[in-house]
């Protein structure tokens, strides 16, 4: 609380990010579902061959290097395409641009386990929020999001839970709500086997949005988009100049633009993740844990004969860096990004020293 801050500042309960490990710390970092391996190679050209005279102008406005590769890589128009700083950024132009604000209007519909921005989002810009609960199994309680409000916004596959919800449950939340925006955020879709995105010929309602922080191993790039209507897309540039002109700085378009060209090195990027995420779902399965199917770069994971918290802080004695939250229905579970082959070694091996008290 400070007097010098406003009615607003006040009472915000501000997003508060996983732990970053202080300069020179060693550590396993599997708490931020970041990418372990680094950028494409061809990232390395870009960074040489920087003409640094481009550092001294603004960049271009709309990243329209970027929207061009996502609108190839993705088989849209470039019109069709928005690009902020971070999907993060996106999602708070979307908020605003999207869904009403003030006491009297209709709450906007959100699971109440899911990417935890949104409430903060949601607060910030003073939109009213109704949490529907996750069923008992974690999936989106679809019916409840039928009955139209203020407008949706749900992370697919959601997020701590790691599970996908079928586009034909997708198409119902369209559906039942043609009158306002049904965000589905896609962070993680590239882990997934379907995408929202196939539905956008059909549905002007519908934004997905994505980010390179996870598949494309960009997250300290800060490149997110969204791809939808460009009615949709012409309303998130009208926020974007309400606030800043040039959210993607010059170095980051260019880098983002050959990481999506590189279409073959990003698929093979993926496919190790998905790859070592499912030999560790059944490491520690034979270890008794339970935990979904995941469809993500982390899985989200109970453990077995030690509590969630109490193994949170283990690891991290240990140097294991991995999420836990400590909310109702999730506290006996730890989300572990998935990390290199090494690394979630490290992790199995730690987790069997632990269990056998060491
Ligand atoms: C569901 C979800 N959406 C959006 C983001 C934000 O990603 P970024 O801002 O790095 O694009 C995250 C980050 O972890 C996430 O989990």
């Known amino acids: 609380m400070s007097r010098f801050w406003n009615e607003k500042t006040n009472s915000i309960e501000p997003y508060v990010a996983g732990e970053q490990p202080k300069p020179g710390q060693k550590i396993i970092k599997l708490n931020t579902n970041e990418n372990p391996y680094p950028a494409t190679p061809k990232v390395s050209k870009v960074m040489e061959n920087l003409d640094i005279g481009l550092l001294a102008r603004y960049p271009e406005t709309s990243s329209v290097m970027v929207r061009e590769e996502l609108a190839k890589y993705f088989g849209v128009r470039p019109e069709q395409v928005f690009c902020g700083n971070g999907s993060d950024e996106v999602l708070a132009f979307a908020f605003q641009a999207f869904f009403e604000a003030g006491e009297n209007a209709r709450p906007l519909l959100v699971p109440d386990i899911s990417y935890s921005f949104y409430p903060v989002y949601a607060s910030l810009y003073s939109i009213p929020l109704k949490k529907i609960p996750l069923k008992e199994d974690f999936s989106i309680d679809v019916e409840a999001f ?127 993740i998905c790859a070592t995420r499912d030999r560790i779902k059944e490491e520690l399965r034979k270890r008794g844990w339970t935990m979904p199917d995941s469809k993500t770069n982390f899985l989200f994971a109970k453990p077995c004969g030690i509590g969630a918290d109490s193994l949170y802080t283990k690891l991290r004695e240990k140097g294991i860096l991995v999420r836990y939250f400590n909310k109702p229905r999730i506290n006996e579970y730890l989300r572990i990004t998935i990390g290199t082959d090494e690394e979630m070694d490290a992790l199995l091996k730690a987790v069997d020293e632990i269990a056998e008290g060491k």
């Open 146 to 272: 039928c009955q139209p409000e203020g407008g949706v916004a749900f992370a697919n596959p959601n997020a701590p839970t790691s599970l996908k919800l079928p586009l034909t449950e997708v198409e119902k939340i369209l559906k039942a709500n043609p009158d306002h925006v049904v965000l589905v955020d896609e962070a993680y879709a590239a882990f997934s086997d379907e995408t929202a995105r196939v539905l956008l010929p059909k549905y002007k309602n519908l934004l997905v949005t994505g980010t390179l922080s996870k598949s494309h191993s960009l997250a300290g790039v800060r490149l997110g988009f969204a791809i939808g209507d460009e009615e949709l897309i012409e309303g998130l540039c009208r926020i974007r100049d309400s606030f800043n002109s040039y959210p993607v700085d010059c170095i980051a378009q260019r880098v983002a633009a050959v990481t999506v060209e590189d279409k073959e090195w990003v698929a093979e990027n993926v496919s190790k």
